[in-house]
């Protein structure tokens, strides 16, 4: 079983950064790919961005050119930072792998993001 805990939610006034954390119970070499999609109130859950095993990125065209996805191998653990906040940034964002043994998708709790003065 895969466990992914992610960290770094919070409460940020618009324009300002946070820096997601994802930490997964093995080896990321174990994922073909990894992400981050968000849930606002009332509404589907989103793709936010992807990384694929061999470090290519994905991102919705809403955060583009303001968040970026990455992850440290050493450390098992996936990131994503997020700079010149918006309001409608606001919303739960949950750590997503894929596992390339399986092809299951796994799935954190998910970390509150809050964009508000």
């Known amino acids: 079983q895969v466990q992914l805990v992610e960290s770094g939610g919070g409460l940020v006034p618009p324009g300002g950064s946070l820096r997601l954390s994802c930490a997964a119970s093995r080896t990321v070499f174990s994922f073909n790919a990894m992400g981050w999609y968000r849930q606002a109130p009332g509404k589907e859950r989103d793709l936010v961005a992807t990384?694929?095993?061999?470090?290519?990125?994905h991102y919705a065209d809403s955060v583009k050119g303001r968040f970026t996805i990455s992850k440290d191998n050493a450390k098992n653990t996936l990131y994503l930072q997020m700079n010149s906040l918006k309001p409608e940034d606001t919303a739960v964002y949950y750590c997503?792998?894929?596992?390339?043994?399986?092809?299951?998708?796994?799935w954190g709790q998910g970390t509150q993001v809050t964009v508000s003065s």
């Open positions: 990384i694929t095993s061999d470090g290519r990125t």
């Open positions: 997503n792998a894929l596992s390339r043994d399986t092809l299951m998708h796994y």
